[in-house]
C-alpha cells in the first residue's frame, strides 16, 4: 500500500473514527461539544462525514479526549512501532500512556504525588487493574481501604466507587490498565492450572 493511499485512508476514517472514540467513552455530542468549545451539529457533522476535519476542529477535540491528535485521527504511522510518550498532568498527577487504542483496553504509568490530595471517590463503566512499581498507595474501593506497596496489584470494578493516590513520604509510580467495556485483567492462579 503506498503513502498516499494511506493517508488517503487514514482522512477517509476520520469521521467513523470521531463516532467510535466519543461512543465508547460514552459522551453525547452536547458533553464533546461543550468539552471541544463548539456545537453539537458540527460534531455531529464531522462524524458522519458531512464535514472536513480541519485542525482547528480536531486540536480542541484530541484536548477534550485527552489524545494526541494522531491517536485522534488514526494517522498512519509508516512502519514506526514506537509509542510516543507524552506526559500529561491531570490532577496533579503526571500521566503517561503507554498505548494507542482509543476506546479498547488503555495502559498508563503514573506518578502520583506526595502532597494531600482529597478523596473524592468516582465511578464509571469498565474495570482496571492496578501494579505499583514503586511507593506506596492508597486504594479505596467501596467500603474497602487499603494500602497497596511496590509489587502488588488490584484489579476492581470501575462502577463500585473508588479513590486511589500516594501514601508515605515519597511519590508512588504505578501502572494502569483500564477497560472501559468492563473486561477484567486476569491473572491465572495456582488453582487455574490444568
Same mark, same amino acid.
Given at each position: 500500500? &503506498?503513502e %498516499?493511499?494511506?493517508?488517503?485512508?487514514?482522512?477517509?476514517g476520520?469521521? $467513523?473514527?470521531?463516532?467510535? =472514540? @466519543?461512543?465508547?467513552?460514552?459522551?453525547?455530542?452536547?458533553?464533546?461539544a461543550?468539552?471541544?468549545?463548539?456545537?453539537?451539529?458540527?460534531i455531529?457533522r +464531522? #462524524?458522519s462525514?458531512?464535514?472536513?476535519?480541519? +485542525?482547528?476542529? +480536531?486540536? *480542541?477535540?484530541?484536548?477534550? !479526549?485527552?489524545l494526541?491528535?494522531?491517536?485522534?485521527?488514526?494517522? $498512519?504511522?509508516?512502519?514506526?512501532?514506537?509509542?510516543?510518550?507524552r506526559?500529561?498532568?491531570?490532577?496533579g @498527577?503526571?500521566? =503517561? $500512556? +503507554?498505548?494507542r487504542?482509543?476506546?479498547a483496553?488503555?495502559?498508563w504509568?503514573?506518578?502520583?504525588p506526595v /502532597? *494531600?490530595? $482529597?478523596?473524592?471517590?468516582q465511578?464509571?463503566?469498565? &474495570? #482496571?487493574?492496578? !501494579?505499583?512499581?514503586?511507593? &506506596?498507595?492508597?486504594?479505596?474501593?467501596?467500603?474497602?481501604?487499603?494500602v497497596?506497596?511496590?509489587? /502488588?496489584?488490584?484489579?476492581?470494578?470501575?462502577?463500585?466507587? %473508588?479513590?486511589?493516590?500516594?501514601?508515605?513520604?515519597?511519590?508512588?509510580?504505578?501502572?494502569?490498565?483500564?477497560?472501559? &467495556?468492563?473486561? @477484567?485483567? %486476569?491473572? *491465572?492462579?495456582?488453582?487455574?492450572?490444568?
Amino acid at each position: 500500500m &503506498s503513502e %498516499h493511499s494511506d493517508i488517503a485512508n487514514a482522512l477517509a476514517g476520520i469521521g $467513523p473514527r470521531l463516532n467510535r =472514540i @466519543r461512543t465508547q467513552r460514552g459522551f453525547t455530542l452536547q458533553e464533546v461539544a461543550e468539552r471541544a468549545g463548539t456545537s453539537a451539529s458540527t460534531i455531529s457533522r +464531522l #462524524e458522519s462525514g458531512q464535514r472536513r476535519a480541519s +485542525l482547528e476542529l +480536531l486540536f *480542541p477535540l484530541a484536548r477534550a !479526549y485527552g489524545l494526541s491528535l494522531d491517536d485522534l485521527v488514526g494517522a $498512519p504511522e509508516f512502519g514506526d512501532p514506537r509509542v510516543r510518550l507524552r506526559p500529561l498532568q491531570r490532577n496533579g @498527577r503526571v500521566v =503517561i $500512556p +503507554l498505548t494507542r487504542n482509543p476506546g479498547a483496553v488503555q495502559a498508563w504509568k503514573m506518578v502520583l504525588p506526595v /502532597e *494531600p490530595v $482529597p478523596v473524592e471517590l468516582q465511578r464509571h463503566d469498565g &474495570s #482496571e487493574w492496578l !501494579y505499583v512499581l514503586s511507593g &506506596s498507595v492508597r486504594l479505596i474501593v467501596g467500603d474497602r481501604d487499603l494500602v497497596l506497596g511496590a509489587g /502488588e496489584v488490584a484489579d476492581f470494578d470501575t462502577r463500585v466507587p %473508588h479513590w486511589f493516590g500516594a501514601t508515605g513520604t515519597a511519590p508512588a509510580e504505578i501502572l494502569s490498565l483500564f477497560d472501559r &467495556s468492563g473486561a @477484567r485483567a %486476569h491473572l *491465572p492462579e495456582a488453582s487455574d492450572a490444568v
